[in-house]
């Protein structure tokens, strides 16, 4: 490709701020995926994080991520790779890190998931051990979730190949479809955790942290990436628009039930009760009874031998 193409001349010469910028929403990408990954490794367990939400954002990224790679105008930057300076070309294919580090981050939030399933105990309560009655999601759940998200990402590669060996005409069509299905995932991704933390009231193993770096982050990076690639692009920066209302959304309810909801209120209202009936602060709760010592009963006070 003739390196003298508007193309080529405006990747030769990147901004510094558009640089930067890509560098740091990388970085910024591992750091707010970062707090998810110690919260369930800190706790051991990945209760409270519904297996349909790690299913449908593993298969949302992947389709994002493929669908950065053989988009068009990657091929004309890595092309343009052979004739501008290795640093612009760094610059050039900042998006396609960024998506491949999404990928990445939340595949590990997936292996996190069945690593440290709930399997000892309910799924829908960390305190009553496991029934076959549970209505929560099983540890085979968790196993068909991890199969699935695999073959997706297997099939769509393979896919992928064939369009670009066979069919390079419909590579267009092909990541335009991998757009519209990451947006769909990502538009309905948010729904499961949402009605799973409304039905379980309380945060679990789910990062706030998390969600309070990635819900503005979301709107920076999709206003890089569409400053990058323009509105043809749609398909790109626009599931990070969705992604950020959604999320938003799950983060209010998140830091309502870890701070203000009705267990909180319930669990201190409870120990309230319980204080405020315990005779001397023994935490004895009300109908509960110290049995009086009779006489003739031993203590540690009797003496060995007594007379007779």
């Not at 994080?49 to 593993?58: K, Q, R």
């Not at 004739?83 to 939030?109: D, K, N, P, R, Y």
């Not at 945060?203 to 819900?215: D, E, N």
């Amino acid at each position: 490709m003739d390196p003298l193409t508007p193309y080529c001349r405006e990747l030769a010469s990147p901004g510094i701020f558009q640089t930067v910028l890509s560098v740091l929403i990388i970085f910024g990408i591992l750091l707010s995926y970062l707090p998810q990954h110690i919260r369930i490794i800190a706790r051991r367990s990945s209760f409270g994080i519904s297996p349909y939400f790690v299913l449908l954002g593993v298969t949302s990224g992947t389709s994002a991520f493929a669908n950065i790679l053989v988009f068009p105008s990657t091929a004309q930057d890595v092309a343009c790779c052979q004739e501008i300076s290795g640093i612009a070309c760094f610059a050039g294919l900042l998006g396609i890190v960024q998506m491949g580090m999404q990928w990445l981050c939340f595949f590990s939030i997936l292996l996190l998931f069945v690593i440290y399933f709930p399997r000892a105990t309910s799924p829908t309560d960390p305190l009553s051990p496991v029934s076959t009655s549970t209505s929560g999601p099983t540890y085979r759940t968790a196993l068909a979730v991890t199969g699935i998200c695999l073959l997706h990402a297997l099939a769509t590669i393979l896919i992928s190949i064939a369009f670009e060996l066979r069919q390079p005409g419909a590579v267009p069509a092909w990541a335009n479809f991998l757009g519209i299905l990451s947006a769909i995932l990502a538009s309905i991704q948010y729904l499961p955790q949402i009605y799973t933390t409304l039905r379980l009231q309380c945060v679990g193993s789910l990062s706030i942290p998390m969600m309070c770096i990635q819900t503005p982050g979301s709107l920076v990076w999709a206003a890089s990436l569409a400053a990058r690639k323009g509105w043809s692009g749609w398909s790109i920066w626009g599931v990070l628009v969705v992604t950020a209302c959604l999320q938003g959304t799950l983060l209010t309810m998140a830091i309502y039930f870890e701070y203000f909801g009705p267990n909180n209120k319930r669990e201190g209202g409870h120990r309230a009760d319980q204080d405020q009936h315990a005779p001397n602060g023994s935490g004895l709760g009300e109908g509960a009874h110290s049995e009086p010592l009779p006489a003739d009963r031993p203590s540690e006070e009797t003496p060995l031998l007594q007379s007779q």
